[in-house]
């Protein structure tokens, strides 16, 4: 079972953040595949009657959108969606590394994803993340540990070096 949020939970956790938010809603029959829910970032299902658990899908664009006309925009910038991409991928590449369980990493992957999504992180959070990832990956080879893959110079905070300076980095990528 998928973790899910109701529309007003939804509502709830996007008062005060700026930003847009697509709605991808699912099929009246059999509602989302297992490929379209990996693609989300939130879940929200409706709370139905046992008796007749199928609602129209006009009618739960309504309720959702419903809920989220209460809500007032804010001032808070949510992460953009290729920055979360970009973390996810130096976390599914820590992973790898560290010779996580191979058998699990598609279930973790998505886990993380889930959770990025109801952390609702700022676009500075997911970079500390990534420079948290970085370092510790660093470390791991510092001391011993599998080697790992160059994908380029690092800052401090994990995130790629643009420009003239990024040749002379050294220390794993990591800036001192």
């Given at each position: 079972?998928?973790?899910?949020?109701?529309?007003?939970?939804?509502?709830?956790?996007?008062?005060?953040?700026?930003?847009?938010?697509?709605?991808?809603?699912?099929?009246?029959?059999?509602?989302?595949?297992?490929?379209?829910?990996?693609a989300c970032d939130v879940v929200v299902?409706?709370?139905?009657?046992?008796?007749?658990?199928?609602m129209n899908i006009s009618h739960a664009?309504?309720?959702?959108?419903?809920?989220?006309?209460?809500?007032?925009?804010?001032?808070?910038?949510?992460?953009?969606?290729?920055?979360?991409?970009?973390?996810?991928?130096?976390?599914?590449?820590?992973?790898?590394?560290?010779?996580?369980?191979?058998?699990?990493?598609?279930?973790t992957m998505l886990m993380l994803k889930?959770?990025?999504?109801?952390?609702?992180?700022?676009?500075?959070?997911?970079?500390?993340?990534?420079?948290?990832?970085?370092?510790?990956?660093?470390?791991?080879?510092?001391?011993?540990?599998?080697?790992?893959?160059?994908?380029?110079?690092?800052?401090?905070?994990?995130?790629?070096?643009?420009?003239?300076?990024?040749?002379?980095?050294?220390?794993?990528?990591?800036?001192?």
């Open positions: 079972r998928v973790p899910s949020l109701s529309p007003r939970e939804l509502a709830d956790r996007l008062r005060g953040t700026a930003g847009e938010v697509a709605l991808l809603l699912g099929r009246e029959d059999d509602g989302l595949s297992r490929e379209e829910l990996a299902s409706i709370p139905t009657s046992p008796e007749y658990p199928i664009a309504a309720v959702l959108l419903y809920e989220l006309s209460r809500v007032e925009a804010g001032e808070v910038e949510l992460a953009r969606p290729e920055n979360l991409a970009r973390l996810l991928d130096h976390f599914r590449s820590a992973l790898v590394e560290s010779e996580y369980h191979q058998h699990k990493l598609e279930k889930r959770i990025f999504g109801r952390a609702r992180l700022t676009d500075r959070e997911v970079q500390t993340l990534r420079g948290v990832v970085g370092n510790l990956r660093w470390g791991a080879v510092h001391r011993g540990g599998p080697e790992v893959v160059a994908e380029g110079p690092r800052s401090r905070d994990g995130g790629e070096v643009e420009g003239e300076g990024a040749a002379g980095l050294e220390g794993g990528g990591v800036q001192e």
